[in-house]
């Protein structure tokens, strides 16, 4: 199984479509056998999706994460455990055994603004990702 993580400085990145690097995981029975990190490249919001996809992701462990994004990820058989913060390799260990606390309700409320507004920059003001 390969489980990646929205990855920044040691800990799970908040935001999931902003995440400039994964943290993946190599992982058989309850053993992790590799680790690497890897750059986005830029891609945002709908194309990570497709780039853990094309990395042969099985599993995302990230914070907050928009409806666009799960829906993408679904698509793409990649199960999310949304919702997590603290330590990476903390979080996948308990993945692993079965223990980790996570939203199955995860939203990121803050591509909602009204019928009429867009925010591509995203610099529109305060949002929040939970």
């Known amino acids: 199984m390969k489980i990646a993580v929205a990855y920044e400085n040691g800990n799970i ?7 400039e ?3 993946l995981y190599h992982v058989e ?9 890897v750059d986005t490249n830029g891609s ?20 907050g994460i ?3 994004a799960q829906n993408a990820l679904k698509e793409a058989g990649i ?8 330590n990476a ?24 603004h009204g019928e009429d507004h867009v925010c591509g920059s995203h610099g529109c003001g305060s949002h929040s990702c939970h």
């Open 29 to 37: 029975g309850e053993k992790i056998l590799s680790s690497e990190v």
């Open 66 to 68: 928009g409806a666009g």
């Open 89 to 112: 390799d903390g979080a996948v260990e308990s993945l692993i055994y079965g223990m980790l606390s996570y939203d199955p309700n995860v939203s990121c409320n803050h591509h909602d």
């Open 79 to 86: 199960k999310l455990y949304g919702g997590v913060s603290g």
């Open 13 to 19: 990145f908040q935001h999931f479509g902003h995440t």
């Open 44 to 63: 945002g919001h709908g194309a990570l999706a497709g780039l853990l996809s094309s990395l042969g992701v099985d599993v995302l462990i990230c914070g």
């Open 21 to 23: 690097q994964f943290k």
